[in-house]
């Protein structure tokens, strides 16, 4: 498995206790695999993420990345593991005002210590996967709200992750838009074999997954299981 959470539990301080935010939580999601995980603010959807995301260490429980465990490894370790193996699609985009589409995208080779000259074709080949090519140079202010989220997809990308977090990517979208962004990532997790995690308050975008479950007070249910590959005529 790509990304692997296993009896995963996670608590927060809450005044004289303890808070739970995932109760054993388990979930396996192999590479070139998207699965969805619903539910509503509070159930725990942004700590599932911080742990896949090995922001946060769990209580107890074992996360492994791209085949890597990622306990007992050092804050250095767990940020090269982080910017080589993970990408993450945020809420918002958040791109800098300055940057053309494709400098965004460039700022991550640097940060993991390459040439942004070198990383432009790479840049330019993700843009036109997600359908900005001709958009490589055109500033945020210039680009619409879902063209803006689909750089912030390409730049999670960058690195060649084994490992793609979406957190509510369509929450500020409309509809037709939002749908338009779930079935991108789907058709790229295929395409790049990703394991990749959405997660989201809309049910309706576990129907685009390969695997869904639902998260309520920290504890995650299977809705539907992995799909079967299609049989060969």
């Known amino acids: 498995m790509s990304l692997a959470l296993t009896g995963v539990t996670l608590t927060y301080p809450d005044g004289a206790g303890r808070l739970t935010a995932l109760d054993r939580v388990s979930l396996a999601v192999p590479a070139g695999h998207l699965t969805a995980v619903a539910g509503p603010s509070g159930s725990g959807k942004s700590s599932l993420l911080a742990v896949a995301a ?20 050092g804050r250095g370790e767990l940020a090269a593991l982080r910017r080589r193996s993970i990408g993450i699609v945020f809420q918002q985009p958040n791109l800098l005002a300055s940057l053309t589409a494709a400098e965004q995208l460039q700022v991550m080779a640097r940060l993991d210590g390459r040439s942004p000259a070198r990383a432009r074709p790479r840049a330019l ?3 036109d996967a997600v359908g900005l090519a001709d958009l490589a140079d055109r500033r945020p202010h210039a680009l619409s709200g879902g063209q803006r989220q689909r750089v912030g997809i390409a730049r999670a990308l960058m690195n060649g992750p084994a490992v793609l977090l979406a957190d509510e990517p369509t929450s500020a979208l409309d509809r ?3 749908a338009a962004v779930v079935a991108l990532l789907a058709r790229l997790t295929r395409e790049r074999g990703t394991a990749t995690v959405l997660v989201t308050h809309d049910r309706d ?15 995650l249910r299977p809705v539907r299981a992995t799909r079967a590959a299609p049989r060969s005529p």
């Open 54 to 73: 090995t922001l946060v260490a769990p209580d107890s429980g074992t996360v492994a990345v791209g085949g890597v465990p990622t306990a007992g490894l």
């Open 125 to 127: 080949e993700l843009l």
């Open 176 to 178: 037709e838009r939002g």
């Open 205 to 219: 975008h576990l129907d685009a997954a390969d695997a869904a479950a639902e998260i309520r007070d920290g504890v």
